[in-house]
């Protein structure tokens, strides 16, 4: 699939074409950073001082080059309709490798950015756990119950959250059970269609 | 076990005839137990016309030593000295005694829910999506679980915990689950 730039678009990017292949590297590299982290400021006024442009040109033509590469990992374009789609920009040959490159090293990241930015509930992150055994308590002497004692940490964006929970052998081995039968659910014919159809 | 002096003299009322008459004996020893385990099953307290100081102490005291009696754990033996000292006829040691072996598995683990824990965890529900696309990507095209941990805590009722997993991830808990099961079931069957 061959993404179609608009004109305002394709005006920043087209200082691509006046600079060498090098600087386009760096401008790649902030633009991969940005969507990584968070826009660097400074980055944006050593390249403008460096080259002796404005700081709105370098901001234009790195933000452009954000938006074509979600745009381009949105639509999973392929490195031939690459070519194609950077052919109305008339770039030196050299400056599309460099972009073309860096799009495929980086579209897997990319496409696991843009998939959290959307709706995204907390995920799983990691999980530790400790076997103990209660043996008293003030309410209660001369016990012995086995308990598990859970740390469960989840990612919801950048935050990563930790809450420690419990269970009892009986309900450990029903939770193991019941989260495996979640997992062998997804070979099953049904599942398998739909993943592959849809 | 030690008791208070205020228990002390709450069960000498209630194994005491002229107080507590046999009939309504019977009645308190069933109440008083009853009233720890189910509250809201519980109607008023029986008094059949008896003195309701007395039968208000009685109940108290009973109810103690149940609670005492299953903290401690302690024998039929045991539990029968206390009651004798505190001058109890036979038929009633035995009518507390019965209660008490009926509903110590239930009064234990009353009291082994009481104090502060993290939420423990009592069931699972887990339902499967295919992720297709959002507003960034066009095609995603992978399954996520998401999980619903049903926890409980002893001041709180239950809650729910609730996480997403893709694949991956899921099969990652999954394994650290299985490791704790393992380990589990060899330190029972080495201890």
């Given at each position: 699939m061959i993404v179609a730039l608009n004109e305002e678009h394709k005006q920043h990017l087209s200082f691509l074409s006046s600079v060498s292949a090098d600087v386009v590297r760096e401008f790649c590299q902030i633009a991969v950073e940005f969507?990584?982290?968070?826009?660097?400021?400074?980055?944006?006024?050593?390249?403008?001082?460096?080259?002796?442009?404005?700081?709105?040109?370098?901001?234009?033509?790195?933000?452009?080059?954000?938006h074509l590469f979600t745009s381009l990992t949105a639509q999973m374009v392929s490195e031939q309709d690459l070519t194609t789609t950077l052919l109305p920009l008339a770039m030196p040959e050299e400056v599309s490798e460099v972009i073309k490159e860096y799009y495929l090293s980086e579209s897997a990241e990319i496409r696991s950015i843009l998939t959290h930015m959307s709706v995204d509930v907390a995920h799983y992150h990691d999980l530790q756990w400790r076997l103990?055994?209660?043996?008293?308590?003030?309410?209660?002497?001369?016990?012995t119950d086995p308990i598990i004692t859970l740390k469960l940490k989840t990612k919801n964006g950048d935050e990563i959250q930790s809450q420690v929970l419990q269970t009892d052998p009986v309900n450990l081995l029903h939770l193991t059970s019941t989260l495996e039968d979640a997992l062998n659910e997804l070979k099953t014919p049904h599942c398998r269609r739909i993943l592959r159809n849809l | 076990m030690e008791l208070s002096p205020e228990v002390s003299r709450g069960l000498q009322l209630a194994g005491d005839t002229a107080h507590i008459p046999d009939k309504l004996y019977t009645k308190l020893v069933s109440y008083?137990?009853?009233v720890l385990l189910e509250p809201s099953q519980c109607g008023p307290v029986p008094d059949a016309g008896a003195d309701a100081g007395c039968v208000k102490g009685a109940l108290a005291a009973l109810s103690t030593l149940f609670l005492e009696a299953a903290k401690h754990d302690i024998n039929t033996d045991s539990l029968s000295h206390t009651l004798e000292d505190s001058k109890f006829s036979n038929d009633r040691i035995e009518i507390f005694s019965k209660k008490f072996l009926a509903k110590k598995h239930g009064l234990r683990a009353l009291l082994s829910s009481i104090g502060n824990f993290p939420p423990h965890i009592v069931d699972v529900d887990w339902r499967i999506q295919h992720y297709i696309k959002n507003d960034c990507l066009n095609r995603v095209c992978q399954p996520l679980f998401l999980i619903d941990l049903k926890t409980e805590k002893s001041d709180a009722g239950e809650q729910s915990v609730q996480l997403a997993c893709n694949q991956e991830e899921l099969q990652d808990l999954v394994g650290k689950l299985r490791d704790a099961c393992k380990t589990l079931q060899r330190t029972a069957q080495e201890s």
């Amino acid at each position: 699939m061959i993404v179609a730039l608009n004109e305002e678009h394709k005006q920043h990017l087209s200082f691509l074409s006046s600079v060498s292949a090098d600087v386009v590297r760096e401008f790649c590299q902030i633009a991969v950073e940005f969507m990584k982290k968070e826009p660097n400021q400074k980055a944006y006024n050593s390249a403008s001082q460096k080259l002796g442009v404005e700081a709105d040109t370098v901001r234009h033509a790195v933000e452009g080059l954000i938006h074509l590469f979600t745009s381009l990992t949105a639509q999973m374009v392929s490195e031939q309709d690459l070519t194609t789609t950077l052919l109305p920009l008339a770039m030196p040959e050299e400056v599309s490798e460099v972009i073309k490159e860096y799009y495929l090293s980086e579209s897997a990241e990319i496409r696991s950015i843009l998939t959290h930015m959307s709706v995204d509930v907390a995920h799983y992150h990691d999980l530790q756990w400790r076997l103990d055994v209660k043996v008293a308590s003030r309410t209660l002497r001369q016990q012995t119950d086995p308990i598990i004692t859970l740390k469960l940490k989840t990612k919801n964006g950048d935050e990563i959250q930790s809450q420690v929970l419990q269970t009892d052998p009986v309900n450990l081995l029903h939770l193991t059970s019941t989260l495996e039968d979640a997992l062998n659910e997804l070979k099953t014919p049904h599942c398998r269609r739909i993943l592959r159809n849809l | 076990m030690e008791l208070s002096p205020e228990v002390s003299r709450g069960l000498q009322l209630a194994g005491d005839t002229a107080h507590i008459p046999d009939k309504l004996y019977t009645k308190l020893v069933s109440y008083a137990c009853d009233v720890l385990l189910e509250p809201s099953q519980c109607g008023p307290v029986p008094d059949a016309g008896a003195d309701a100081g007395c039968v208000k102490g009685a109940l108290a005291a009973l109810s103690t030593l149940f609670l005492e009696a299953a903290k401690h754990d302690i024998n039929t033996d045991s539990l029968s000295h206390t009651l004798e000292d505190s001058k109890f006829s036979n038929d009633r040691i035995e009518i507390f005694s019965k209660k008490f072996l009926a509903k110590k598995h239930g009064l234990r683990a009353l009291l082994s829910s009481i104090g502060n824990f993290p939420p423990h965890i009592v069931d699972v529900d887990w339902r499967i999506q295919h992720y297709i696309k959002n507003d960034c990507l066009n095609r995603v095209c992978q399954p996520l679980f998401l999980i619903d941990l049903k926890t409980e805590k002893s001041d709180a009722g239950e809650q729910s915990v609730q996480l997403a997993c893709n694949q991956e991830e899921l099969q990652d808990l999954v394994g650290k689950l299985r490791d704790a099961c393992k380990t589990l079931q060899r330190t029972a069957q080495e201890s």
